[in-house]
């Protein structure tokens, strides 16, 4: 199956509030694997008016408001009503399809990517007509889930460190953690969960 890998820096918590001032995603095809490094990938920087934030998400993403703030020709920079077309042409680039209502859709994977980037994405404008999601979404948290031990879902650097990645930290950063969610899906590819437990 292909999904996209897509992560959000944003000015807050608050998605009615607050604005996304980083998007990236990660194209991942699971029959036709790529090196990390070759993967189709897409990053926008997104340019507002003015900014409403908390201390500190802006204190954690100083290096995209000082690259927003930068006059200078950015290729990856763009508007939030221009967000969702670019978008859209990335991912038709890509191969992937529109349905009889000329939508894209496809399957998002991300941390924590139903309670806090799909709030954000379901603000921006042509989110829903130009491209949208299925219902189902990847999150890589419950495949790194001690069943017996934890208490609530592992946070992506507890991810990282039961993957036993080199660095557990997170980048904060939209196409480094995009492609951090790549890597840990895909140690089960060649193994599902339900085969795994069958050989049990």
């Avoid at 934030?53 to 703030?69: F, I, K, S, V, Y």
């Avoid at 949208?132 to 934890?150: M, Q, T």
Wanted: overall charge negative.
């Amino acid at each position: 199956m292909r999904y996209v890998s897509l992560d959000l820096e944003t000015t807050g918590g608050n998605a009615d509030r607050h604005q996304i001032i980083e998007l990236a995603a990660v194209v991942e095809d699971t029959r036709h694997l790529l090196p990390l490094t070759a993967l189709p990938s897409f990053r926008r920087v997104v340019r507002h008016p003015e900014y409403v934030g908390t201390a500190g998400a802006l204190a954690l993403n100083a290096r995209l408001l000082e690259e927003l703030a930068r006059k200078d020709d950015n290729p990856e920079l763009c508007t939030p009503p221009e967000l969702v077309p670019q978008l859209r042409g990335f991912l038709l680039q890509h191969g992937f399809k529109v349905d009889k209502h000329d939508c894209v859709v496809v399957t998002l994977a991300g941390k924590n990517i139903g309670p806090f980037d799909v709030p954000f994405l379901r603000h921006l404008p042509g989110w829903g007509t130009l491209v949208r999601h299925e219902p189902a979404l990847l999150d890589p948290a419950v495949f790194y889930l001690n069943w017996r031990k934890d208490t609530r879902l592992p946070t992506m650097s507890i991810c990282k460190a039961r993957a036993h990645f080199a660095d557990d930290t997170v980048a904060h950063q939209a196409l480094a953690d995009a492609l951090d969610v790549v890597q840990l899906l895909r140690p089960f590819y060649e193994l599902p969960l339900y085969k795994q437990i069958n050989q049990e």
